[in-house]
């Protein structure tokens, strides 16, 4: 009988992490043009995380629209609400969609190889998705004055919600930059930011976190109040990146879709 060390979390990480590494080499040997090599970059972590996330949380690529008619870039990753979403578009093997960005729970950006530029490209993108209005849900109103509603919330980023706030990550294959570099060129871009619209959290596979301490010490995937952005230098960083994001993604709840408010106020049925 094969000792039950091969089935802690660690070591299934650990095989899971050269297993990327080693598919992401072959394809930089077959492909020479660096969008099918991004691409594929994309494809080793949705398998991954299709692997390992519940049913519940849809993967795919495409782009996420709201209710004021803006609609983010082309995103690399999208993590959604499979089970009560309303796909906008979906191609026929169900990849790229269109979806509310009210029910997406969050964007990952891919990098094979993470270089200085990518780091403010990629708050860039960030910026684009996390100032998109998030609004359109069917949310309860009493029937009776002074009736008490019982409404879930949450409580993310230092402020209450009635719906979670989309996150973002940043996950790269590798990187020249030493792990003092990242953390540097993250933090020069973005900390004086609000803290609800920064790159959450960064994993460089193999190398190291970026993520956020709170005045306790704790890690966390997400900053608060009186956090800040650390390095973690960790050959386990694929293992620490998913744990501290599981742990808010698998809370995420989204009130009723109100898909009217996609109409448009100039809207009239004919």
């Not at 991954?48 to 990753?77: W, Y």
């Not at 403010?120 to 910026?127: F, R």
């Not at 919600?161 to 792990?179: Q, R, V």
């Not at 704790?218 to 230098?233: D, F, H, I, Q, Y």
Request: aromatic share 8%; proline share 4%.
């Amino acid at each position: 009988m094969e000792s039950s060390e091969h089935y802690r979390l660690p070591a299934i990480f650990d095989k899971a992490a050269e297993a990327m590494q080693a598919n992401l080499k072959e394809l930089q040997h077959s492909f020479s043009h660096n969008g099918l090599r991004g691409q594929g970059a994309e494809e080793l972590l949705k398998t991954f995380l299709r692997e390992h996330l519940p049913i519940s949380m849809g993967i795919a690529s495409g782009c996420a629209v709201d209710s004021k008619g803006q609609t983010s870039k082309q995103l690399d990753i999208i993590i959604y609400d499979s089970l009560n979403s309303m796909l906008l578009y979906t191609d026929s093997s169900n990849t790229n969609l269109l979806i509310p960005i009210e029910n997406v729970i969050s964007v990952i950006e891919v990098k094979s190889n993470l270089r200085e530029r990518d780091i403010e490209n990629a708050i860039n993108n960030m910026t684009s998705v996390k100032e998109m209005s998030k609004t359109a849900y069917i949310l309860g109103e009493t029937p009776f004055p002074g009736q008490v509603l019982i409404q879930d919330t949450v409580n993310i980023y230092g402020s209450t919600y009635y719906a979670m706030p989309t996150t973002y990550s940043l996950f790269a294959f590798s990187s020249e930059m030493s792990t003092e570099n990242i953390l540097r060129h993250i933090n020069e871009k973005q900390s004086t930011k609000p803290i609800d619209k920064r790159i959450d959290n960064l994993c460089v596979l193999s190398q190291c976190n970026v993520i956020n301490q709170s005045q306790s010490g704790k890690l966390n995937a997400l900053p608060e109040p009186g956090s800040r952005t650390v390095a973690a230098s960790t050959k386990q960083s694929l293992l620490l990146w998913y744990i501290l994001n599981f742990n808010i993604w698998c809370q995420a709840k989204f009130p009723p879709l109100q898909l009217s408010n996609y109409l448009g106020n100039s809207f009239h049925f004919s």
